[in-house]
């Protein structure tokens, strides 16, 4: 099993940033893709971003150029530095761990609330 805890959420202006983090534990490894995903209210939750555990990354239009996935595997933690960000970037975000059998990333955490106000 592998359990995820996200933090790093809050409230910021438009155009500031913020530093999110999924720090894992359980039966996780070097090799697993991990991924952040975002739910707005009245939305379906959507991809933002991906990376193997080679490093190769995958964004979301909305994501690209604004938005870095990046992890630690010696800390088993994921981050997603997000910048210059919008209110349309105000959601709930999610880490998730590619899960073989399932074809699909999953074992959510309980995720990190990102509010982008004026």
């Known amino acids: 099993q592998v359990q995820l805890v996200e933090s790093g959420g809050g409230l910021v202006q438009p155009g500031g940033s913020l530093r999110l983090s999924c720090a894992a534990s359980g039966s996780i490894f070097s090799s697993n893709s991990m991924a952040w995903y975002r739910q707005a209210p009245g939305k379906e939750r959507e991809l933002v971003a991906s990376?193997?555990?080679?490093?190769?990354?995958k964004y979301a239009d909305s994501a690209k150029g604004r938005f870095t996935i990046s992890r630690d595997n010696g800390k088993k933690t994921v981050y997603l530095q997000m910048n210059s960000l919008k209110p349309e970037d105000t959601a709930v975000y999610y880490c998730?761990?590619?899960?073989?059998?399932?074809?699909?990333?999953?074992?959510w955490g309980r995720g990190t609330q990102v509010t982008i106000s004026s």
């Open positions: 990376i193997t555990g080679l490093g190769i990354t």
């Open positions: 998730g761990v590619w899960l073989p059998g399932r074809a699909a990333f999953g074992s």
